[in-house]
C-alpha cells in the first residue's frame, strides 16, 4: 500500500513491540499486578480484624480493582496496541477511560468520604454533646428530598455514585456517537479528524473535548475533593494510618491533570510520549492509590500481630494486682465535673507516663483504667481508634451490674422486668446488627445466644430494622425511631412482653470478656504508647523552650494539674 494514501481507516495492525521498552512495560505490568493482588489477599484474609473491618474493603477494593484495570492496560499500549486497528485501540481506550476510571475514583472519593463520616460519628461516644438531632421523614408525604437526607449513609454513598455512573456513561456514549472521528460514515459535521498526513491524524486521535469528561473526575478530585479532605482530617490522629493514607494520595494526584493535558497538547512531549502516553501520568496516581490504599493497611496487620505478641508476653509477665498497686482512686470533687475530668485525664497520664509499657499491657491494667478512669481511654478510642463503642459498652455494662448486681437465683417482678429493660437497651445500642450504629465485633456464637435473647424483643419495640444484617459494619445509620441520630441511645418504651427463663445478670458476660480481649490487644497498647509519646514531646518541648522568667505564664492547665497530682502522691 502506498504509504501516503495512509490513514488511521485503512492502516493495517502492526507485529508487537518487543524492544526493551516493550519487554519492561510487560514485566513491570505483571509484577506489580502480583504485588498489589498479594497484597489485597493479605488484607481479605485478615478482614476480620477491627482495623480493616472499619475500612470498609468493598468500596477501597472495588475502586482499586477499576483504576488497575485501566492502569494494566496502559501499561500494555506501548508493546500491543499497534496489533488492532488503531481506530478500534483509541475506542477501547476511550470507553475504558469514559467508564472505569470514573467509577474508580467515584468508588475511592465514597471510601475517603467514610472515614470522615465515621471520625464524626466516633467523636459522641467521647463528647456526647455533639450528638445532632434530626427529624424523620412523614413516609410517603415526606418530599423526596427529606427520604434521601434521611436514607442510610452507604445507601445515600451508593445512590449519588450509581447517578453519577449513569450520567457519565450516557454523556460517553453520546460525545462517541456525535464524535464522526471514530465512524466516519455519521456524527455531527465538523468532529472529525482534520489531519491530511498519518502523525498528524493520530494526533487528533488522541485529542478532543470528547476526553475532557473523564478527565474531569481526576481534575475535581485532586483539585477540590482532595483539598477538602486534607482540610477536613487535618485534625484527626488516628492509629490507623487512614489519615496519611487520605494526604498521601491526595498530594500525589496533584500532578495528573496538568501533566496529562501538557503532554497532550505540548509538542515538545511528543518524543516523550512516544514510551511514556499522556495518560500514564495519571496512572502514576493510580499506583500511589495502590500503595496507600493495600499496603498500608497490611503494615498495620503486622504491627498489630506485634503488638499482640507484646501484650501476650505482659500477660504472662506481670499481669498480677500488686503490679499495678500504684493506680490511684479518683477522689470525688466538689469542683466542676469538667476540673474533675482533666484531673482525671491527669492521673491516668501521669500513671501511664511513670510506667514502663509492657507492665501495663495487662488486663490487670485495663480493668482498672475502665472501673476508675474510663474517660481519657473512652476519648482515645473514639478519636483516634475509632472503636468507641467497646469503651461505652463496658462502662454501660459496669454501670447495669451496678445497678443490677448478681444474686442466686431468678429476679422476680418488677425488678425482673427493669433489668431485662435495661439490658434490652444495651443489646440495642451496642450489639444488635440491625440497629446499633457501630455493632460490637463479637462471635457468631456469642451473637447468637444474645439474639435469642433479646431480638424479638427488639423488633417487637422498633420493627422491622433496615440494615442489612449481612454487613453489620457498613455503618449505616440505623433506622429512625424518634428523633434520635447517631451511636446514642435510643429512647425506648419499657418491654412489657414475655422474658425469657433463662435470662440473668451473666449474660453480658462473654461479651464483656471478648470485648475487653479486643480492647487489651487492639485499643490499650496504642492508647499507653500514645499517651507516652505524646508527654515526652510535651516535657521535651517545656525544657527546651521555658525560661525561668516565663515558665509559669507558658505552662499549660494540664501541666499544672499534672504537678499537683504529683504532690499529693509524694
Request: hydrophobic fraction near 40%; aromatic fraction near 12%.
Amino acid at each position: 500500500m502506498d504509504p501516503s494514501s495512509l490513514t488511521i481507516y485503512n492502516m493495517p495492525p502492526q507485529p508487537p513491540n518487543w524492544d526493551r521498552v516493550g519487554v519492561f512495560y510487560v514485566s513491570f505490568c505483571a509484577i506489580w499486578t502480583t504485588i498489589v493482588l498479594l497484597g489485597m489477599a493479605f488484607c481479605w484474609y485478615h478482614r476480620e480484624l477491627p482495623i480493616i473491618k472499619v475500612r470498609g474493603l468493598p468500596l477501597a477494593f472495588g475502586s482499586i480493582i477499576f483504576l488497575h484495570m485501566y492502569w494494566c492496560m496502559a501499561q500494555i499500549t506501548y508493546p500491543i496496541g499497534a496489533t488492532m486497528p488503531i481506530v478500534i485501540a483509541y475506542t477501547v481506550q476511550y470507553w475504558v477511560m469514559g467508564i472505569w476510571f470514573p467509577l474508580g475514583i467515584a468508588l475511592y472519593h465514597a471510601s475517603n468520604l467514610r472515614f470522615l463520616y465515621i471520625a464524626e460519628r466516633q467523636r459522641t461516644f467521647a463528647h456526647p454533646d455533639l450528638r445532632e438531632k434530626k427529624t424523620g421523614c412523614n413516609g410517603s408525604r415526606s418530599s423526596w428530598l427529606c427520604r434521601l437526607r434521611n436514607i442510610e449513609y452507604t445507601k445515600k454513598v451508593m445512590v449519588y455514585i450509581v447517578a453519577g455512573i449513569v450520567f457519565q456513561t450516557l454523556l460517553t456514549a453520546g460525545m462517541w456517537i456525535a464524535c464522526s472521528k471514530y465512524h466516519p460514515s455519521f456524527g455531527i459535521a465538523g468532529t472529525g479528524i482534520k489531519g491530511a498526513t498519518l502523525p498528524e491524524q493520530l494526533v487528533d486521535l488522541g485529542r478532543g473535548w470528547e476526553w475532557w469528561p473523564s478527565v474531569v473526575w481526576q481534575l475535581v478530585w485532586t483539585w477540590m475533593v482532595a483539598p477538602y479532605l486534607i482540610w477536613r482530617s487535618w485534625g484527626i490522629r488516628d492509629t490507623m494510618g487512614w489519615r496519611t493514607q487520605t494526604i498521601g494520595t491526595c498530594l500525589a494526584g496533584l500532578h495528573a491533570t496538568p501533566m496529562f493535558l501538557i503532554a497532550l497538547y505540548v509538542p515538545a512531549f511528543a518524543s516523550v510520549n512516544k514510551y511514556f502516553a499522556p495518560s500514564e501520568w495519571i496512572h502514576l496516581t493510580t499506583m500511589f492509590i495502590e500503595i496507600f490504599t493495600v499496603f498500608v493497611p497490611c503494615y498495620e496487620i503486622i504491627r498489630l500481630k506485634m503488638i499482640r505478641k507484646q501484650v501476650a508476653a505482659s500477660k504472662v509477665k506481670y499481669d498480677s494486682d500488686s503490679e499495678l498497686s500504684n493506680f490511684c482512686t479518683l477522689v470525688p470533687s466538689s469542683k466542676s465535673s469538667t476540673v474533675n475530668l482533666v484531673m482525671e485525664k491527669e492521673q491516668v497520664y501521669a500513671i501511664v507516663e511513670d510506667t514502663q509499657p509492657d507492665r501495663l499491657f495487662t488486663m490487670t491494667a485495663l480493668n482498672r483504667v475502665l472501673t476508675e478512669h474510663p474517660a481519657p481511654l473512652q476519648e482515645f478510642s473514639a478519636y483516634s481508634d475509632f472503636s468507641g463503642e467497646n469503651i461505652a459498652f463496658l462502662t454501660s455494662l459496669v454501670r447495669f451490674k451496678e445497678k443490677f448486681p448478681k444474686q442466686k437465683g431468678h429476679l422476680h417482678g418488677d425488678k425482673r422486668s427493669d433489668a431485662y429493660n435495661a439490658a434490652l437497651q444495651l443489646y440495642i445500642d451496642y450489639i444488635s446488627p440491625r440497629d446499633a450504629e457501630f455493632p460490637l465485633n463479637l462471635s457468631s456464637r456469642d451473637l447468637k445466644v444474645l439474639e435469642s435473647m433479646f431480638e424479638a424483643s427488639a423488633r417487637e419495640l422498633l420493627g422491622e430494622a433496615q440494615t442489612n444484617e449481612a454487613t453489620p459494619f457498613a455503618f449505616d445509620e440505623p433506622p429512625p425511631t424518634g428523633d434520635s441520630s447517631g451511636p446514642e441511645k435510643t429512647t425506648l418504651s419499657p418491654y412489657t412482653g414475655s422474658i425469657p427463663d433463662d435470662f440473668d445478670m451473666s449474660i453480658f458476660d462473654a461479651a464483656q470478656d471478648h470485648v475487653k480481649n479486643l480492647v487489651l490487644n487492639n485499643t490499650w497498647p496504642k492508647f499507653v504508647r500514645d499517651v507516652q509519646n505524646r508527654r515526652r514531646k510535651s516535657t521535651g518541648s517545656l525544657n527546651s523552650e521555658a525560661t525561668a522568667d516565663s515558665e509559669d505564664s507558658q505552662r499549660t492547665m494540664v501541666s499544672q494539674i499534672t504537678d499537683f497530682m504529683r504532690s499529693l502522691r509524694t
